[in-house]
């Protein structure tokens, strides 16, 4: 369920955001510099569909934790009631928090930005903090802890498949769907991990050095990187189809049924009912 919650917040991240970047960067369609109710509108909602999907995957790290665990009280936490509870508090919380936007984004010397000065610092050390640090950290966390799970599970039910003559993979602790669940799940953590802390980084670099006096050069590439580090943001939502294409087998069979179901079932039913008119 969470990753088809993060998969549905990615839309709306690539269906206004990436495209209100793409008209201002592309063809230089700058509504967001000339509208103030936009450029408010557009970052709350760009803000949001970037943190809303990524803890949803902070969220899918946490339940395959539970869902390892030995104790079968932990394991009743991974359960679809529990993820339904947390994806649409999840969903509340961050369009909450990011309400500051609405407030504190202005159009300044023609530029939508956040406000310059005490709020400046605040939102860059916010970011990358909620961006940067905190989401890797806590992924890594409960992915390690996942991992020490499946390898307790399998040191306690080898002696028991040997005793039977059962092969110890049959007595893994974790269903073959959800090993392939925690896979994909590890496999978006490390990309997720590169990816986003670019961003933020850079942002704070720029609250930082505000007030220096820069060269043509250095502005130049501050902007650059400053547009590379927005283009990092999308492509690790743009890269998870792929992502789980190469990394769970799972996921593959699913893709490959679908295709075959879906869209070579159609082509035959309208070729034979073609044939026959």
Known sequence: MYFLASSASQFMTFNFVLLTRILLNGFNITAINLFLWF????????????????????????????????????????SSKVAMRLIIGSFIFWSLMYSQILVFYEIQDGICSYRHGAYGIFFSIYLSIESGTLPPLVMLIFG?????????????????????????????G???????????????????????????????????????????????VEVFINNMSYMFIHLEFSLTFFLYTFSSSFFRRQ???????????RLVSNAIVSHNI
């Open 39 to 78: 450029c408010k509108i557009r970052n709350y909602f760009f803000y949001l569909f970037v943190a809303v999907p990524r803890y949803y995957i902070i969220l899918a790290s946490i339940d395959r934790y539970f869902a390892s665990c030995s104790n079968i009280y932990w394991r009743r936490w991974s």
């Open 144 to 172: 390690c802890l996942t991992l020490k799970n499946i390898r307790q599970s399998k040191r306690r039910t080898r002696p028991i498949a040997e005793l039977n003559g059962i092969r110890p993979a049959e007595f893994i």
């Open 174 to 220: 974790m269903s073959g769907k959800d090993l392939q669940y925690s896979k994909m799940l590890f496999s978006q953590i490390l990309l997720w991990t590169i990816l986003s802390i670019i961003n933020p980084s850079d942002l704070l670099y720029q609250t930082i050095t505000i007030n220096e006096t820069k060269s043509s050069f250095r502005t130049t």
């Open 255 to 265: 893709l490959k049924q679908l295709i075959q179901k879906k869209i070579l079932h």
